[in-house]
């Protein structure tokens, strides 16, 4: 990889549980969410955009995050929520 390259990573949240019949679909350049009832839906959004904030803060992207440490991110934002 050169240099001034980076890897790029992208979060998927796939929702389940709608029954409503709406088709929900939220994406950044970071993550990708679709599906779920309309609760679901918004609380994977929610941990998404929390949990690339958090790695940006730590000037990371999903990229150079090792996967352990995403985990124990994401953890922390699904358990605030």
């Excluded at 599906?35 to 929390?50: D, F, N, P, Q, V």
């Amino acid at each position: 990889m050169k240099r001034n390259e980076r890897k790029k990573g992208l979060l998927l949240g796939v929702g389940l549980d709608n029954d409503d019949g709406h088709k929900r679909i939220t994406h950044a350049a970071d993550f990708f969410i679709a599906g779920g009832s309309e609760e679901t839906h918004e609380r994977m959004t929610e941990t998404a955009i929390k949990t690339v904030e958090d790695l940006g803060n730590q000037g990371k992207t999903l990229g150079d995050v090792d996967p352990r440490e995403l985990k124990d991110i994401i953890h922390k934002h699904t358990s605030s929520a």
